[in-house]
């Protein structure tokens, strides 16, 4: 009996370049529900073409209401809605063989990154154990600490590069080409599709030889925020650390417990952000 997890987000899937598809309010919203199912299908194609017997799917845009699951294949579990205590890690067990990304995006700062951002727009900057993380980093250090690895991602040509640096026997579809923060040179989602479909067949097939990320303890997360209130408010939580003005960091000797914390910190700031000015 083999089992695959996939984290499916928005931004980095075909056809999706700025907020008006992102955001639930956007104009363009209905149709990047129909990208972001049009290439979660593919994978889930792949997979089940490839052997898998159970497949999850994690809902991980926004409000995590973006999929239907009369869209999807018979036999496929989705959890769907929020708020969830593990966020885009959420159903994530030592049960599954294999983890899988869909659609995710590069951190904060990329200039080519097609809406790159981690986790909310407050965080400018993640560091796990003094290294520059994105969402795939950090969710997929989750997986890792259950002893499941990541096998497959997919999203456009810079995060490509964040997956290499993470672990490059990773497969990955290329969705996009991003110019700028808001604008990509996009690939027609039919040749995307094919590429995920192929892409995730062989990461299956190759699943064992993949190994999961490890991150050493403790588990330091360092988190460098847009506005120094958010980071003195953080100060609040326990066994919180101020690094810089802009910064505070927690630590633990598990993974599971310090991934939480930050989660948390992230609700917390948020809850101070200035109005606009
Ligand atoms: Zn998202």
Redesign the pocket.
């Known amino acids: 009996m083999s089992k695959a997890f996939i984290s499916c987000?928005?931004?980095g899937c075909s056809g999706i370049v700025n907020y008006q598809f992102?955001n639930p309010e956007g104009k363009f919203y209905q149709q990047a529900q129909a990208y972001m199912t049009g290439d979660l299908k593919a994978a889930l194609q792949g997979l089940q073409s490839a052997g898998a017997d159970e497949i999850l799917v994690n809902d991980?845009?926004?409000n995590m209401t973006n999929i239907r699951i009369e869209d999807l294949p018979l036999g496929v579990n989705l959890i769907s809605g929020g708020t969830k205590l593990d966020s885009m890690g959420e159903g994530l067990d030592d049960t599954f063989d294999a983890a899988l990304f869909i659609?995710y995006?590069p951190f904060w700062g990329e200039p080519q990154g097609v809406i790159a951002h981690t986790y909310s727009g407050d965080v400018m900057e993640v560091r796990l154990n003094e290294r520059t993380v994105g969402e795939s980093g950090i969710v997929g250090s989750l997986a890792g600490y259950y002893g499941v690895p990541l096998i497959f991602v997919s999203g456009d040509t810079v995060l490509r590069e964040e997956i290499r640096g993470l672990n490059p026997d990773i497969h990955f579809a290329v969705t996009k080409e991003g110019r700028t923060r808001l604008a990509a040179r996009l690939y027609h989602p039919d040749d995307v599709h094919q590429q995920i479909e192929k892409e995730v067949g062989k990461a299956w097939r190759n699943r064992r030889s993949i190994k999961p990320l490890a991150v050493s303890s403790p588990v330091e997360f360092a988190v460098k925020f847009k506005e120094t209130p958010m980071a003195d408010i953080c100060m609040r939580v326990p066994g919180t650390r101020r690094v810089d003005n802009l910064t505070v960091a927690y630590s633990h000797k598990d993974y599971l417990i310090a991934y939480r914390a930050f989660l948390a910190l992230l609700y917390i700031a948020n809850s101070v952000k200035t109005p606009p000015m």
């Open positions: 987000d928005l931004e992102s991980s845009h926004w659609g995006h």
